[in-house]
């Protein structure tokens, strides 16, 4: 794990992607997967879209996206690429299933709120974000999202997922010890 | 309470709340390199090398390069060395360039055996959700989660909800398991699967092959499922028996796989019925997987902005019969169609014939065992004498991280699984179909209804 910041509030103006189903292909294109460092992607976000003026995007604290965010390859380029950039969070309808998931290991906050919401959120020009509230205020009012207890747990505090399961190892001991189907071994294929 | 699949999978896995065993991690170049940085630089090691698997495949050039210090790009050839000395430093096994079980990751897993009923699988690739074909719990995950996965051999996951997708009938002559799923795809939306763990079941289901059970369930992350799965039965022991990860005691293997199916009575979340016997081969007209249509329709009316887009960028007109589509390239590969029974099919629509004059045409077996079964069969000379290039294994132009890609508004029809913008190649158009569709619009250079044309 990269070193993960702790997350509390996120506040000030939002950058606008309203547009459904951004796939990650276009949030980091495949000729960029090649690096194997986490570092050196922001430059390339949304590469062909910015380039062919598609779109425009400025680094903000906040990025206000359409509905099923992130979809497609499961790439965590994506992820480090916004947030190299200089997002620190995304507002959407809805995310891929995967994105998500790594957004959260990754301190890059991802919260759902409804289109219009989001719409209006996107109209006020700023927000801010509450992480532990799970709060995001705007101009027109304020509005609660949902995030599961654990992963806001983890992301209030910075905490690496893999030392806390390493600190729980005689579970997953015991766990392989009872187990009676152990499964293929892929160290001695004939 | 009578469970589904997934339940008995999942609840067979639970190490603790929250936390589940993997059995299998499949492991390829690009999504891996900084997980293995993550553990040296926090001195962990790898759990389990022996339920860990590594292949190359994304930059893997297809001409045949036979060792990895000689890709010709730079940027390609480092990614490989550099997973070729992780998994040596680490001790995981790995099927390289030059090696006879190299491929794509989505085809050795199955093919070596490794894939089997009632597993927990994943691999840092969306498509993982393909091993779900075997009645295991298979799915895609990102760059920390492989490395959670390598430290600790088990991932933190909120459990999904349940899907069920009955098919009912038979499929029509030459509508196959890539038309069922894009129609699926089409009815539910790229984001109708979400957030759920999907069975496909029903007769029409348990009268397909592996490949094509494969095929479905590999697509699934295009409607947006966290995992695609199918319950095993005679047709998957079948596959199994004899492959070099095959249990060493099968028939016990078999009496616990017998008990991985959904139980009269247990609940989904989400319940859809599809009758298979609707089902025509389908086309894709747009930007992502659920925008297709029927080969006998048209292209659509765009109903909102993302269609409009989609059109213009597809460079296609309301109206243009899906059979008036012209194509440059065609391409017969990738995780989604791959194997040889893919092959076979392809092979079978173009012998005795030339591909058109105006298309460029390649086929990509998945594996280097898929390439040398193909040719013992004698496929490659087929492809060859209608014009076709037969390449080497690999990811290849499914997603163009090697030399393989299309030019900028070339029109390709693709056996592959994402026609997103640039997917193959920047100012590239892509359009999904099944290997035989594929194979005919490369005879024809135009789609063809693949039942009229034979």
Redesign the interface.
């Known amino acids: 794990?990269?070193v993960v910041e702790p997350l509390d509030v996120i506040e000030g103006e939002v950058a606008v992607l309203d547009?459904?189903?951004v796939?990650t292909?276009?949030i980091i294109?495949?000729?960029f997967?090649?690096?194997?460092?986490?570092t050196g992607f922001g430059e390339f976000l949304f590469y062909?879209w910015i380039r062919d003026g598609e779109v425009e995007l400025e680094a903000r604290p906040i990025l206000v996206a359409g509905?099923?965010f992130g979809?497609?390859?499961?790439?965590?380029?994506a992820?480090w690429a916004l947030q190299q950039f200089g997002f620190e969070a995304v507002i959407a309808p809805?995310f891929?299933?995967?994105f998500y998931?790594?957004c959260t290991?990754?301190g890059f906050l991802p919260v759902i709120v409804d289109q219009e919401t989001c719409r209006a959120i996107a109209t006020a020009g700023a927000a801010r974000i509450d992480v532990d509230d799970q709060t995001v205020t705007y101009a027109d009012g304020v509005v609660r999202f949902e995030i599961?207890e654990?992963t806001k747990h983890r992301m209030l505090n910075g905490l690496d997922?893999?030392a806390i399961?390493?600190s729980?190892?005689e579970?997953?001991d015991a766990?392989?010890t009872v187990?009676a189907?152990n499964?293929?071994?892929?160290?001695?294929?004939? | 309470m009578p469970r589904t699949l997934f339940e008995k999978i999942w609840e067979a896995h639970e190490?603790?709340d929250?936390?589940i065993?993997i059995?299998?991690h499949l492991v390829h170049e690009?999504?891996s390199?900084?997980a293995f940085?993550?553990l040296r630089l926090?001195e962990?090691t790898v759990?389990r090398?022996?339920?860990?698997?590594a292949t190359a495949d994304?930059?893997v050039p297809t001409d045949g390069t036979p060792v990895a210090r000689m890709i010709a790009?730079e940027?390609?050839r480092?990614?490989v060395e550099?997973l070729e000395a992780n998994c040596e430093e680490f001790?995981v096994?790995l099927y390289s360039l030059g090696s006879e079980r190299q491929g794509i990751v989505h085809v050795i897993g199955p093919e070596?055996?490794?894939s089997?009923p009632?597993?927990t699988i994943v691999c840092?690739?969306?498509h993982t959700s393909t091993h779900g074909a075997f009645g295991a719990l298979a799915?895609?995950?990102?760059?920390?989660?492989v490395?959670?996965v390598l430290?600790?051999?088990?991932l933190?996951q909120?459990r999904?909800k349940a899907m069920r997708i009955s098919y009912s009938g038979e499929l029509g002559p030459s509508v196959t398991a890539k038309d069922l799923i894009l129609a699926t795809i089409g009815r539910l939306g790229?984001?109708g699967m979400?957030?759920h763990a999907v069975e496909y079941s029903g007769e029409t289901i348990r009268g397909l092959t592996m490949e094509n059970r494969m095929t479905i369930c590999n697509m699934t992350?295009?409607g947006?499922g966290?995992a695609g799965m199918i319950a095993p039965d005679d047709t998957t022991f079948e596959w199994i028996e004899g492959r070099?990860?095959a249990?060493a005691d099968l028939d016990a293997?078999v009496a616990?796989w017998r008990e991985l199916h959904t139980e009269p009575g247990a609940e989904f979340d989400t319940e859809v019925q599809v009758d298979a016997t609707e089902i025509s081969p389908m086309v894709t007209w747009g930007t992502?997987p659920g925008q297709v249509v029927q080969v006998t329709e048209a292209v659509p009316e765009p109903r909102d902005e993302?269609e409009e887009r989609a059109l213009r960028y597809m460079d296609l007109r309301p109206g243009t019969p899906i059979s008036e589509i012209a194509l440059e390239r065609v391409f017969i590969g990738s995780c989604t169609n791959s194997r040889v029974q893919d092959l076979r099919e392809a092979a079978a629509v173009v012998d005795g014939r030339r591909v058109a004059a105006s298309v460029n045409a390649m086929v990509v077996p998945g594996s280097a065992q898929v390439k040398a079964e193909a040719e013992a069969e004698g496929l490659d000379e087929v492809f060859r004498a209608a014009g076709f290039d037969w390449r080497s294994a690999g990811c290849s132009m499914c997603?163009?991280?090697n030399p393989d890609i299309l030019s900028e508004g070339e029109r390709c029809a693709s056996t592959s699984n994402?026609n997103?913008?640039?997917?193959q190649g920047?100012g590239g158009r892509t359009h999904l179909v099944s290997p035989r569709m594929a194979a005919a619009a490369a005879i024809e250079g135009r789609f063809v209804d693949i039942r009229e044309w034979e």
Do not use: W
């Not at chain 1, 979809?71 to 380029?77: D, I, K, Y």
């Not at chain 2, 799915?139 to 989660?145: A, D, L, P, R, V």
């Not at chain 2, 430290?151 to 088990?154: D, E, K, N, P, V």
């Open positions: 794990m990269g547009r459904a189903d796939d292909d276009q294109p495949k000729q997967l090649k690096r194997i460092e986490r062909d509905p099923n979809s497609g390859s499961s790439r965590e380029h992820v809805s891929s299933d995967i998931s790594n290991k990754n599961d654990e997922d893999i399961t390493l729980n190892a579970a997953i766990y392989e187990r189907d499964g293929p071994v892929t160290t001695s294929l004939s | 190490v603790s929250g936390l065993y059995d299998l690009v999504t390199p900084q940085e993550g926090a962990r759990r090398p022996d339920k860990t698997v994304h930059n790009d940027l390609s480092k990614q550099t001790g096994p070596l055996g490794l089997q009632g597993m840092g690739d969306s799915f895609g995950i990102g760059t920390s989660e490395e959670h430290a600790t051999q088990t933190v909120r999904p790229t984001g979400a957030g992350i295009e947006g966290r070099p990860a249990p293997a616990r992502n993302v997603l163009g991280m994402r997103f913008e640039g997917r920047k």
